[in-house]
């Protein structure tokens, strides 16, 4: 990852020898965004199926803004919708 790419990733089905890994996020550490939600955006990605994986990235007033925000303490989008915290307690790396 660079420094003009996402801010974070969520792969899937990726798999080394006879090893298939769950879904698994990198975070770009060239390109942080102001938010400081990639951890947690791109963890909705890996606990929803993946068919649903990117719904929640459009939504009205989430805490989840598609590009990340441009300037420090914007507060447009900032509630983790109930539905996104069950997807998140029920997801496979939850404990």
Known sequence: MGSNNNFGETYRNRSVGNATFPPFVLLNTQNVSLDVETLIHEMI???LPAAR???HDAEDNSVFFPSGRTTQGAT???TLKPERAAALSNA???I
């Open 92 to 94: 496979f790396f939850a």
């Open 53 to 55: 994986a990117k719904e």
């Open 45 to 47: 990605h890996a606990a």
């Open 76 to 78: 447009s989008h900032i």
